[in-house]
């Protein structure tokens, strides 16, 4: 008789707060590296770490994701969390990473297929004129305060999918 190990699988979307777009796609982006570092290459906890910025439905948001075979998705999250907080207390002001994001929004950079679909993503989110050059700017203008408050209370209003439903009962819900 073969015993089937059970495989779990966490997914958090953090939405942006209205107006924290450039926050959290600062946040994203200083939180890619130091997440899969901290969670893969150093927990080990599984074989799939992500962190990213994704638009869904017109919402911007921070998605994390970790499927593992041996931790359960309450570990992950508590995983998750320890990290954020490590990180919220470790932010500096980075002008060089703003800098870096910023500059990926220059139009004359991009395709055409990914400024349409920022363009998409923008008016689904509600806003009237869409303009990189507004993003870019306020991309650089974030302050490193802000950028601790967003780590600091990303998981605030999150959404969690785990792998099952007897594990999402151990998760909070955001109302």
């Given at each position: ?39 893969r290459v150093e927990l080990q906890l599984g074989?799939?770490?992500?962190s990213a910025l994704r638009q869904v439905h ?118």
């Amino acid at each position: 008789m073969s015993t089937c190990r059970r495989k779990h699988a966490l997914l958090v979307f953090c939405p942006a707060p209205e107006g924290a777009e450039a926050v959290y796609r600062l946040l994203a982006h200083r939180l890619q590296g130091p997440f899969y570092q901290r969670l893969r290459v150093e927990l080990q906890l599984g074989y799939a770490v992500f962190s990213a910025l994704r638009q869904v439905h017109g919402v911007t948001g921070i998605l994390l994701g970790v499927q593992s075979p041996s931790a359960s998705p309450a570990s992950i999250l508590g995983h998750m969390r320890s990290l954020l907080c490590d990180f919220s207390h470790a932010q500096a002001d980075d002008a060089d990473a703003r800098q870096a994001l910023a500059a990926q929004f220059h139009e004359t950079d991009m395709s055409n297929a990914d400024v349409a679909e920022w363009a998409w993503q923008t008016y689904l989110s509600g806003v009237q004129s869409p303009s990189l050059s507004t993003l870019q700017a306020a991309i650089l203008a974030v302050e490193p305060h802000a950028l601790e408050h967003a780590a600091t209370h990303v998981l605030d209003n999150a959404l969690y999918l785990a792998s099952t439903p007897q594990d999402s009962q151990l998760l909070p819900v955001a109302q």
